[in-house]
C-alpha cells in the first residue's frame, strides 16, 4: 500500500518537532539526516509542483515589484544554517532558501544541509555577478561597488570611478567565450592615467581623424575687411574715422568745452572738430617722428623743432586742449566713481571699444593675453607685472587675430571690487567674456597657462570652439605623470586623450616639461622631420600665440602717448594707436598693392594718416629747411625769422614762398621748376 506524500505544512511541523526534540533531552536517539531522508524520498511525488510554484512566485515578485527584498523567515526549522542574504539590487534575481527537489535519475545526489548550504552559496555567488554586471551596463556611469557578499568574500574589491568619462572597473564581470582575460584595476590603469581630481586620461586616441570635421572648427563666415569697411574707406583717415567717429568726438567735445571754460573763463575759445583732429594728427605725427617724449616748447621751436607743427596749431592752444581734455562730469564723479573705478572714461571706452568688431572679421585663430599700459601715476588699479617691459602700469585684457594682430575686444582690469571676495577661475571669466561674440563660429582660442584649463575647453565646446594653450603643473586635471622630468628622455613626448580634449607632455631639454592642453587636435602627432620632434600641437601653439604680444610691439614702436598726470588720458592716447593700428590693417587688406616694395609701410601710414587729419596734403611742405634764393632783395637786411633772438643773424635774403627773412643756414639753392 503505498503512502500519501506528506503536504508543505507537514514537513514544516517534522522539521520543528526535530529541533525541539534535540532541546529537551540530549539522550534522544531521534537521527536528523534518517529524518530528512524520509521527508525527501516522501517528497517525491510533491517536491516538482511546490518547487515550480515557489520558483514562479519567487520570479513574479522580483519581476513585478522591479526590487524584491527576498526576506526568508528563520523559523526553528532552519536554525544552524546561513541566513538568507537580502537582494538590494533592482535587476538582480532574488535568491531563497528553496525546499530540496527531487533528483531524477540521479539516487545518489547529496541531500544534506551542507550539500543544501552549498548549493545556496553558489546561487548567491552568480546572483552577485549577475547584480555587478547588470547594474555596470543599465546604468549609464557606474561606480563600480561590488557587494562583498558570502560567494565573494576573498576577492579584492573594485576601485571607484570617479571620472565621467573613466571606464568602469568591477571585480567580477562576466567573461564570455575568454577564460583568460584580465579584467582587474591593474589592467584599467594599464590603459588610462588618472589626475589629482580623479579625471581619467586614456592612453590611445578617442577619436578617429577620418570623416567630416567637428562643428567646433567649421567657421560660417570669411575673415578680411567687413562690408561696412568696404563701403566707407577712401583714404587713411577714413580707415580710423571707423572707429574715431562723431559721436564719440561730439562727447569728447561737450566735457572738454565745459572744464576749459572753468580753467580758462573768458579766454577759453569752445575746441571745434577740426581743433580735435589737429590735434590726434599731431599727437601721431610726434610718435612718428620718435618725439613724444619731447617737450612741447621743443617740438613748437622755430630753430629744432618741426614746422608742421607750427603750420598746424598755435603752441598754447595745444596745451589748452591737452590740459582742458575730459571724458566725463568731473562735478559728480566721485559719486559714480565708488561702484565704477573706469568712471572718468568709461563711456567714451565703451562707445570706442564696440566698434572695433565692425570693420574687421577675424581668421580662424584668434589669441588672448594681456597688455600693461606702461603708466607710473596715481591710479586706483595700477598693475605691477615684472616680466613686462614697462613693469607698472594699467592692464588690459585683450582679444586679437593671430595673423593680422588686428584688435578685436578689450577689457581694463580694474582690480577687486571692494568688499567682494577673491574672484575665482578669473582666466576663464576673461576668455568667455572677450569671446562672447563669436559664439558659434567655430574659431579656435590660443591661451598661455594663466587662462588654459579643462573646465574651459568644456565651455567653448558648447559654444562651438576650441582652444589650445599651456598648462600649468598644479592643475588638478593634470596625471602627475605629465608633470614628472625625472627619468624622462630629451625631446620625448606623452599623449593622453579625453572625449573631447587631448594633453601632451614634451621633454624639450633634461628635467624641463612643457604640458598642452587642446580640444582641436584628435591625434598623438610628431614632427619627425625637424631635429626637435616636437608635437603639431606645440609647432601650432607656437604659430598663433603672438596675436597680442606682436600687437603690443606695433603699438610701442610708433605711440602718442605722452607724459601725463591723468590716467584717463593716458588710455585715451592709448585708443588712438589700437585705432590707428586697425585703420592700417583695414587699409593693407583692401590695398594689397600699396607699397609693395617699402619695408616701413606702417610709418608712411601713420605719416599719411597725420597730415589727412590735421589738413595738409602735401608731404613736402614739412621739410624743416625754407626755400630761398640768394641775391634777392640783398639791400634791406633784416633779422632771420628762424633764429632765436639771443644769435641776432642779420640777413637780406627772403623766402620766395613767405618772404620772410631767411639766414646762409636756413636756406638752400633750388632750381627754377621747384
Known amino acids: 500500500m503505498s503512502r500519501r506524500p506528506y503536504s508543505a505544512k507537514e514537513v514544516r511541523e517534522i522539521l520543528m518537532r526535530d529541533v525541539d526534540s534535540e532541546d529537551e533531552s540530549s539522550d ?3 537521527d536528523n539526516s534518517s529524518a530528512e531522508d524520509i521527508i525527501i524520498s516522501d517528497l517525491s511525488q510533491s517536491s516538482s509542483a511546490e518547487g515550480s510554484s515557489a520558483e514562479t512566485d519567487t520570479e513574479q515578485t522580483s519581476r513585478g515589484r522591479g526590487r524584491s527584498r527576498c526576506r526568508t523567515s528563520t523559523r526553528n526549522g532552519n536554525r544552524g544554517r546561513a541566513p538568507a542574504r537580502r537582494c538590494r539590487s533592482r535587476n538582480a534575481v532574488s535568491t531563497v532558501r528553496s525546499r530540496p527537489t527531487r533528483n531524477s535519475g540521479n539516487d545518489d545526489a547529496d541531500h544534506s544541509p551542507a550539500a543544501a548550504d552549498d548549493l545556496i552559496s553558489s546561487a548567491e555567488g552568480s546572483s552577485a555577478e549577475t547584480d555587478t554586471e547588470q547594474t555596470s551596463r543599465g546604468r549609464g556611469r557606474s561606480r563600480g561597488r561590488t557587494s562583498t557578499r558570502n560567494g565573494n568574500r576573498g576577492r579584492a574589491p573594485a576601485r571607484r ?31 588610462t592615467f588618472q589626475a589629482k581630481d580623479g579625471t581619467f586620461w586614456y592612453k590611445e586616441a578617442r577619436r578617429q581623424p577620418v570623416g567630416r570635421q567637428t562643428a567646433a572648427n567649421i567657421m560660417p563666415t570669411a575673415p578680411g575687411p567687413t562690408k561696412y569697411a568696404l563701403r566707407n574707406v577712401a583714404t587713411p583717415a577714413d580707415a580710423f574715422q571707423l572707429y574715431m567717429r562723431s559721436a564719440i568726438f561730439k562727447e569728447v567735445l561737450n566735457w572738454t568745452n565745459k572744464e576749459g571754460g572753468n580753467i580758462y573763463g573768458t579766454q577759453w575759445h569752445d575746441v571745434s572738430d577740426g581743433e580735435l583732429k589737429t590735434f590726434m594728427g599731431l599727437s601721431i605725427l610726434a610718435g612718428v617722428y620718435k618725439s613724444r617724449n619731447e617737450a612741447v616748447r621743443q617740438l613748437w621751436s622755430l630753430e629744432d623743432g618741426r614746422p608742421i607743427f607750427n603750420r598746424s596749431m598755435p603752441r ?58 606702461t603708466y607710473r601715476g596715481r591710479v586706483p588699479f595700477k598693475q605691477y607685472i615684472p616680466s613686462k617691459p614697462g613693469k607698472y602700469g594699467i592692464k588690459l585684457w585683450m582679444l586679437c587675430d593671430s595673423k593680422t594682430s588686428y584688435v578685436c575686444r578689450l577689457q581694463v582690469y580694474t582690480g577687486r571690487v571692494v568688499d567682494q571676495p577673491r574672484e575665482q577661475n578669473q582666466g576663464e571669466r576673461v576668455v568667455l567674456d572677450l569671446t562672447r561674440e563669436l559664439k558659434g563660429s567655430g574659431r579656435n582660442v590660443t591661451v598661455d597657462n594663466f587662462f588654459c584649463s579643462l573646465q574651459l575647453a568644456n565651455q567653448l565646446r558648447d559654444r562651438k570652439m576650441t582652444v589650445l594653450g599651456t598648462v600649468r603643473k598644479n592643475r588638478r586635471e593634470i596625471p602627475t605623470e605629465f608633470t614628472e622630468a625625472k627619468h624622462r628622455e630629451v625631446l620625448s613626448s606623452m599623449f593622453a586623450f579625453g572625449d573631447h580634449a587631448m594633453l601632451v607632455s614634451y621633454c624639450p631639454k633634461k628635467g624641463k616639461v612643457v604640458v598642452l592642453l587642446s580640444s582641436m587636435h584628435t591625434q598623438p602627432e610628431i614632427d619627425d622631420l625637424h631635429s626637435g620632434r616636437k608635437p603639431f600641437m606645440i609647432l601650432d601653439y607656437n604659430a598663433t600665440k603672438g596675436g597680442v604680444d606682436t600687437a603690443d610691439q606695433m603699438l610701442r614702436t ?26 592700417f590693417i583695414i587699409w593693407i587688406s583692401l590695398n594689397t598693392d600699396w607699397q609693395p616694395q617699402s619695408k616701413h609701410r606702417r610709418r608712411v601710414f601713420l605719416q599719411q594718416l597725420g597730415k589727412e587729419l590735421i589738413g595738409v596734403a602735401d608731404v613736402e611742405e614739412t621739410i624743416p629747411v625754407q626755400h630761398a634764393e640768394p641775391g634777392q632783395n640783398e639791400s634791406k637786411r633784416a633779422r632771420c625769422a628762424l633764429c632765436p633772438r639771443e644769435k641776432d643773424r642779420k640777413s637780406s635774403v627772403k623766402c620766395t614762398s613767405c618772404s620772410r627773412v631767411m639766414c646762409k643756414e636756413h636756406c638752400k639753392n633750388v632750381c627754377v621748376k621747384c
Open 558 to 583: 610708433y605711440t602718442c602717448k605722452r607724459m601725463t598726470r591723468r590716467w584717463p588720458m593716458a588710455i585715451f592716447y592709448n585708443m588712438i594707436d589700437i585705432s590707428a593700428l586697425n585703420a
Open 161 to 191: 570611478c570617479r571620472s565621467r568619462n573613466a571606464v568602469s572597473t568591477v571585480t567580477s564581470t562576466r567573461n564570455s567565450g575568454n577564460d583568460d582575460a584580465d579584467h582587474s584595476p591593474a589592467a584599467a590603469d594599464d590603459l
Open 28 to 30: 534522544n536517539n531521534f
Open 316 to 373: 598754447n592752444r595745444f596745451q589748452q586742449i591737452s590740459r582742458a581734455m575730459r571724458f566725463d562730469d568731473a562735478a559728480n564723479r566721485r559719486q559714480r566713481a565708488s561702484t565704477d573705478k573706469l568712471e572718468p572714461i568709461r563711456k567714451v571706452f565703451d562707445m570706442w571699444e564696440s566698434t572695433l568688431q565692425d570693420a574687421f572679421v577675424p581668421d580662424e585663430n584668434v589669441t588672448v593675453d594681456e597688455q600693461l599700459l
